[in-house]
Nanobody, 114 residues
């Protein structure tokens, strides 16, 4: 059973920054892809950023230039550096690992005040 544990969420003022972490219970290179999603009440989860096993990344248009996805294989951890945060970034952020299988973390709340 794979476990993903997010951390790093919190309350920050607009323009501030946070770094989210997603610690995996096995090698992150065993997954084809890892990604960050976010969800607000009443809405579906939306893809924020993705990184594949080769290190290629992709971002939602709304976060390009502000967020950076990365990973540390020695720590089996994926990160999301979020800069220039906006109130509309407020959401629960989830990490996801897939290929083969699909695994989700429990989520971490990010609140950006105006």
């Amino acid at each position: 059973q794979v476990q993903l544990v997010e951390s790093g969420g919190g309350l920050v003022q607009a323009g501030g920054y946070l770094r989210l972490s997603c610690a995996a219970s096995r090698s992150i290179f065993s997954f084809g892809y890892m990604a960050w999603y976010r969800q607000t009440p009443g809405n579906q989860r939306e893809l924020v950023a993705l990184i594949n096993s080769g290190g290629s990344t992709d971002y939602a248009d709304s976060v390009k230039g502000r967020f950076t996805i990365s990973r540390d294989s020695a720590k089996n951890t994926m990160y999301l550096q979020m800069n220039s945060l906006k109130p509309e970034d407020t959401a629960v952020y989830f990490c996801k690992a897939f290929g083969p299988g699909t695994y989700w973390g429990q989520g971490t709340q990010v609140t950006v005040s105006s």
